[in-house]
Nanobody, 127 residues
């Protein structure tokens, strides 16, 4: 199983970016996929996840990004996206996508809920 994250870059505050997570080795619609981020000197934190289609396929968000970020899935491309709008300086981090082999009853917002990780893509927001 491999996850390839891309789409990061440098943007001014208020701008937008779209991150992509290309999955191979798993059919993305059948698994929960999440985005986490890690800022320098901080722990990796949950950003958003999208449930497997059989459980509704809905997206969940951290309070800090709710209303600004949108997670989506393209089954034909086996890719999960994170559309990030109204970016803030505090969104600066390396963003990682993760995939969980198991479906858990809880919100699945912990790093250890996920079994596979992409390499990360850097998002830098200048104020």
């Amino acid at each position: 199983v491999q996850l390839q994250a891309s789409g990061g870059g440098s943007v001014q505050a208020g701008g937008s970016l779209r991150l992509s997570c290309l999955v191979s080795g798993r059919t993305v619609s059948r698994y929960n996929v999440a985005w986490f981020r890690q800022a320098p000197g901080k722990d990796r934190e949950f950003v958003s996840n999208i449930r497997r289609a059989a459980y509704g396929g809905n997206g969940n968000y951290a309070d800090s990004v709710k209303g600004r970020f949108t997670i989506s899935r393209d089954n034909a491309k086996n890719t999960v996206y994170l559309q990030m709008n109204s970016l803030k300086f505090e969104d600066t981090a390396v963003y990682y996508c993760g995939l969980a082999d198991r479906h858990l009853a809880g919100p699945m917002t912990r790093t250890y809920d996920y079994d596979y990780w992409g390499q990360g893509t850097l998002v830098t927001v200048s104020s």
